[in-house]
């Protein structure tokens, strides 16, 4: 089945799924916009869902060091960012910005937390420009609070989100 197919039956099963629906729970009110847009479902249906986090369960994986490398600890400014490594991301454009900071003198590392299809085009990237002592990419990391908080800067690059 090619991608136009799968994206019409995706649709057409979603606003049958939608329409016996009496609630629909988007987890963003942009994701409740396209649904109402594209489903052609009423804004009444509509009832965000919030993330809910338990801040005390963070504070205490923060302070859980789970043994990965510390790239980040040699350099002044540390930055970290946690996602899925996807082109929408922004992330071969922040290694990109990673390299002219450094080259404006500022000394910085950027640990990457996540893992998905550009991993490699990523390490290519990150060779080509010299970055291998400055960049880490960690893979899938089950707790990245520790890291979170060891860094000076989280970075959140990306073009969209769907949750605030």
């Known amino acids: 089945m090619n991608g136009k197919l799968k994206r019409k039956l995706f ?8 329409s016996l629906s009496e609630v629909v729970s988007p987890i963003s009110d942009s ?15 509509i009832r965000k869902l919030f993330y ?4 005390d369960d963070i504070k205490l994986l923060s302070d859980e060091n789970i ?3 510390e790239i980040s600890l040699v350099h002044q400014y540390k930055l ?17 910005a990673i390299s002219r900071i450094r080259k404006r003198g500022y000394d910085c590392g950027l640990m990457i937390v996540g893992d ?28 990245p609070y520790y890291f979170m908080k060891i860094s000076d800067v989280f970075v959140l690059n990306s073009e969209f989100e769907g949750t605030p």
């Open 31 to 45: 994701i409740g916009s396209e649904i109402i847009y594209r489903c052609n479902v009423r804004p009444s249906k």
């Open 116 to 143: 998905g299809p550009i991993k490699v085009e990523l390490e290519t990237e990150i060779e080509k420009l010299g970055l291998e002592e400055h960049v880490l990419l960690t893979g899938h990391v089950k707790n």
């Open 67 to 69: 043994g990965m490398p």
């Open 11 to 18: 649709l057409w099963s979603s606003k049958l799924r939608f």
């Open 80 to 96: 970290i960012t946690v996602c899925r490594l996807v082109e929408r991301k922004g992330l071969l454009e922040l290694v990109h």
């Open 52 to 55: 809910w986090y338990d801040l």
